[in-house]
């Protein structure tokens, strides 16, 4: 019995075939599928070329395919998720289809599939999740760029660059952060940051800079922490209001940190120092599985609900 798990996130999109033993039989990555930052035809296109390539890796027929799970950002509406299904229908017609948020897949990639806890993704964007005992949900951040993601990787390249422009003009305090990001990008001057900025589409290149202001505060740059630690604030807000929706602050339940922004390093711990004010109840969890393997636990756990 084989099963695909889609992980569609705003940067890539994972795509992984697993067998009835938790295997992982094949893997693949493509674009981003976030459905609201791509058009409908190239989301339908990547996501049949990451099922494609998957198959294939392993040699698995299409009809042997039992059910397909997807994570994706940007299904919020019912009309998106509807749509998602119907490509699937088109591209696997014998497969049972799940789909839900990425950061549903994430919280089942660090309970092993059990949905109920409390997620806090920091990727290129942000968003925390929590679902009670009773399936009641709460959500803060996914908003995006624009709206505000803060504590998300936009926000932190984004806080970046403005610190270093906010040097250049001498009205802020001088940082690590303008070499380091010049050196990184192969700039000569800050100058150069205009054209890079503002030339390229979407949001990934800006949040790609985020690690840089994890290397400049282990150097102690006072203002690449002070960026860290605006970061772990709003995180650890947005994750109070969460937890405070669904009453959970006494409870003891599962806090997944995920996204490659809190891996390990000085957000993840400040956010932890946070989470612990916030919910001390909480056991704080690092995901063990792929988000992708979690969405395919999703899908078999639907359909044996389904069955029931």
Known sequence: MITLGIDGGGTKTRCVAVDEEGEV???????STNINAVDHLTVRERLAEAIVTVLS????????????????????????AQLVRRWMGEILPKAHTYVDNDAVAALASGTGGDLYGVVVISGTGMIVLGIDRAGNRGRAGGWGAIL???????????????????????????????????AHLGLRDVQELIRWTYGQSG???VAALAPLAEACAAEDDEVAFRILAWAADNLAQ???????????????????????????????????????????????????????????????????????
């Open 25 to 31: 039989l094949a893997s693949t990555t493509v674009g």
């Open 203 to 205: 949001w990934a290149h």
């Open 238 to 308: 947005r994750t109070e209001a969460v937890v405070r929706r669904l009453g959970l602050e006494n409870e003891h339940f599962p806090l997944v940190l995920a996204g490659g922004n809190l891996r390990d390093g000085i957000l993840r711990r400040l956010v932890t120092m946070r989470l612990e004010e916030v919910a001390p109840q909480a056991e704080i969890v690092t995901p063990y599985l792929e988000a992708a393997v979690g969405a395919a636990l999703l899908a078999l756990k639907q359909v044996w609900k389904e069955r029931d």
């Open 57 to 80: 890796q392993a040699s698995i027929d299409p009809d042997d395919v039992f059910a397909v799970g997807l994570g994706m950002s940007g299904v919020g509406r019912p009309a998106d």
């Open 148 to 182: 505000g993601d803060p504590g998300g990787g936009f926000s932190i390249g984004a806080a970046i660059l403005q610190s270093i422009t906010t040097a250049a003009d001498e009205s802020g305090p001088a940082t690590l952060l303008t070499e380091r990001v010049l």
